[in-house]
């Protein structure tokens, strides 16, 4: 999650879809800001690591993003560097033109690199060495102590920092008392959900999305959206950020990466 720009520019766009910015009477609005794009680029560096060549270049990929609108370029670089790796970072950082977000674990080895790097913004994630792919929202309540340290450093740094957290009240009431800047809301419970239980998922991401806007956050979600499951979740008007990485990988494979980011920006506006 980064946070880009201010919700209350008014050379931003405007977000109009589906009725939006107009009242229940019809009567136009506020403008509402046209949600942000952020694009994962990890799985072009899984796929270089898979055979240990100097391509794809997570870099390349990261300069076709920003060319299809690309708001942001999102890399969560794991402890144990089973994708990205520290060069891959630190070019990004020198050759992007949008905002760079930094995906880590909370440690003391995460935090010192990130302060060096100086990111526009740093989500703090939860990691697991055998998982295939991050398993929830970081547990706040367990992470508090930690989070209460790292936050307000790095905020000291000039980086603008979120917590990815499930859609949970409680969660969300934490992270509003540990005075980050933004959460992300893991969406991938909804994008898993079988046998009815879409519906439920959706309204757990609306409901943590309205208390989050409430408490002042910016409203970031992203885990498991893809072109077939995004429409819904966009048309929940507190969130105004998406980072979204394997779909548009894997979509490029058939349309090119160019097109699979602008595809994916259209079905967020």
Not at 195 to 218: C, D, H, V, Y
Not at 219 to 229: E, F, T
């Amino acid at each position: 999650m980064g946070l880009l720009g201010d919700e209350k520019d008014p050379a931003l766009p405007v977000r109009t879809n589906g009725g939006r910015g107009f009242g229940a009477d019809g009567v136009a609005g506020p403008p509402l800001t046209m949600p942000k794009l952020g694009v994962n680029i990890d799985h072009v560096a899984t796929l270089r690591q898979a055979r240990g060549t100097r391509y794809p270049d997570p870099v390349a990929a990261a300069l076709l993003a920003e060319k299809a609108g690309a708001d942001q370029i999102t890399v969560h670089l794991r402890e144990d560097r089973r994708h990205i790796q520290d060069f891959d970072v630190r070019l990004l950082r020198r050759s992007i033109q949008t905002e760079l977000n930094l995906e880590m674990a909370v440690t003391d080895e995460m935090i010192r690199f990130a302060a060096d790097l100086k990111p526009n913004s740093v989500t703090f994630v939860p990691e697991k060495r055998k998982e295939l792919t991050t398993e929830g929202g970081l547990d706040l309540k367990k992470n508090r102590k930690n989070l209460a340290r790292a936050v307000p450093n790095l905020q000291k740094s000039g980086i603008r920092v979120s917590l990815f957290i499930d859609p949970d009240e409680e969660q969300v009431r934490i992270a509003a008392t540990l005075k980050t800047d933004a959460i992300e809301i893991h969406t991938g419970s909804y994008a898993d959900a079988k046998n009815g239980n879409t519906a439920r998922e959706l309204f757990r991401i609306e409901k943590a999305a309205k208390q989050a806007k409430e408490a002042g956050l910016w409203v970031a979600a992203g885990h498991g959206l893809n072109i077939q499951n995004i429409g819904p979740v966009a048309e929940i008007s507190e969130i105004i950020e998406f980072n979204i990485g394997h779909a548009i990988v894997a979509r490029a494979i058939f349309i090119g990466f160019e097109a699979a980011v602008r595809e994916m920006k259209i079905l967020i506006s």
